[in-house]
């Protein structure tokens, strides 16, 4: 009887387990569906992009194709005029790791002019690098840029944090090229964001003494 007892106790929890996953997962996409964008056409101009950070190493040493396309999407934002300014925003919490500085220098050599790239070393994980935009960087609007799915959380968070944010959408990875591990964790991020918003989460830093970057959307959603 204990033991029929325990294992309907465990099965509800895992019911529950799962339906909360897919709430958080189905909100976010809902949310952010009309505040992503595919087309530079049908983008907004910003002046302000914000462009989340990743190594630029896969896991077994070659290119990270999340960080390249990550890279080439930025680069065509300012290209075509729909931005101004790019703020690089990554973990760099020891000495010999440093994405912010990585994207910079993967920026600069398509031709970015090193004086409008922006670098936030304590974006350690997406809802830092969102929250901080705002705060330390002064930006209350601002343009996304990494892969849908990414993308769609970021934009999230921010609505969340009272800041106005639309996402352009770097070409995604496919599950066959090394995706799939990036995909599954996406699942768990969603479900921490509204843990993270429910707690009151902070960024691990939240200075307000870095330098002004005050440029704002033309286009407010």
């Known amino acids: 009887m204990k033991a029929r007892v325990f294992f309907k106790g465990v099965a509800v929890m895992a019911v529950m387990a799962i339906a909360f996953v897919v709430y958080c997962n189905v909100r976010i996409g809902s949310y952010a569906k009309s505040r992503v964008f595919d087309s530079l056409d049908e983008l907004p101009h910003c002046h302000t992009a914000l462009v989340l950070g990743t190594s630029p190493k896969g896991r077994f040493g070659g290119p990270n194709r999340f960080f390249i396309a990550r890279i080439n999407a930025a680069a065509e ?10 703020l690089v925003s990554g973990d760099n919490r020891h000495a010999n ?19 409008v790239i922006f670098l936030d070393y304590a974006g350690f994980r997406t809802f830092d690098s969102v929250v901080r935009a705002r705060e ?12 849908k799915f990414h993308n769609e959380r970021a934009v999230f ?11 352009y959408n770097a070409q995604d990875v496919s599950l066959r090229s090394g995706g799939v591990l990036t995909h599954v964790r996406e699942w768990g991020a969603r479900c921490k964001v509204f843990l993270d918003i429910l707690t009151g989460k902070k960024p691990h830093f939240l200075r307000t003494d870095a330098g002004d970057i005050s440029w704002h959307c033309h286009q407010q959603l």
């Open 97 to 115: 790791y440093n994405e912010p500085e990585a994207m910079k220098q993967a920026l600069v050599e398509k031709g970015i002019p090193a004086d």
């Open 157 to 167: 968070i921010a609505g969340k944090k009272g800041t106005e944010a639309i996402g």
């Open 136 to 147: 330390v960087f002064g930006q209350d609007s601002f343009v996304v840029v990494s892969q």
């Open 77 to 86: 934002l300012f290209e075509a005029g729909k931005v101004e300014r790019i």
